[in-house]
């Protein structure tokens, strides 16, 4: 089949409000990258970690097709078996002490191996502000997440998931963190947004970005909403 390229941001543009879906988080069972970061291995081994990062990065953001072909959608696992879900998991299991989680343990042994600690743009140096982190950032995202529910804030895009050719809803790459501590909390509803569709399953709705086409997907899009709240 072909499939039709359109920039996710154009794509988006057309369907608007229906891009965004409101969903049970613990309604979405597995996990797979957006497609082309499933090469991400072979970009870094050709052009460096920091150039080919830069280069998925660009690409993501400006060059990607919304319904790329292939079998991207196939290679999913459960989200379970995610670094950052199981390492919420224990932590949670770990409020009263978070001390003592799996998490905070490997973070302190890279703290004393390194004299630091990496957590996406935050580094740490001293034991203070490691426990700083977990108390105040990566609890507290838990507590607020069981407590408030699911707030969407102006400085965090909503988590991003991507459509399967039969039409099932899989977590992807950002907003991961939010994501896992929203299902481990059981948090009622989140909202999320859809980076990719596959093309087999705009052509099983007779879907597409024009005219009926495009009602026909939106009606579809509804219907995965109201299946995963």
Request: hydrophobic share 35%; aromatic share 12%.
């Amino acid at each position: 089949m072909k499939a039709p390229f359109l920039l996710r941001n154009y794509a988006k543009s057309r369907l608007k409000n229906k891009a965004i879906l409101h969903i049970n988080p613990t309604k979405i069972t597995h996990y797979a990258d957006v497609p082309f970061y499933q090469d991400r291995e072979m970009v870094r081994k050709k052009y460096g970690k920091t150039l080919g990062n830069f280069l998925l990065h660009t690409f993501y953001i400006h060059h990607s097709s919304f319904a790329p072909l292939g079998d991207w959608d196939t290679m999913k696992y459960p989200v379970e078996e995610l670094k950052t879900y199981s390492y919420l998991k224990d932590l949670w299991s770990c409020k009263d002490d978070f001390k003592q989680s799996l998490w905070y343990q490997e973070a302190l042994n890279t703290l004393m191996k390194k004299g630091y600690y990496q957590h996406k743009k935050t580094k740490v140096t001293s034991l203070q502000a490691l426990d700083a982190l977990f108390q105040n950032s990566l609890l507290m995202l838990l507590s607020s997440m069981k407590i408030k529910g699911y707030l969407p804030h102006l400085n965090h895009e909503n988590p991003r998931v991507i459509i399967t050719r039969e039409g099932e809803l899989l977590k992807s790459r950002k907003g991961r963190h939010r994501f896992c501590a929203a299902k481990i909390v059981e948090t009622p509803e989140i909202i999320v947004e859809i980076d990719n569709i596959h093309p087999l399953f705009l052509e099983k709705i007779d879907g597409g970005f024009s005219r009926q086409k495009l009602e026909n997907l939106k009606n579809a899009l509804s219907y995965i909403e109201v299946k995963y709240h």
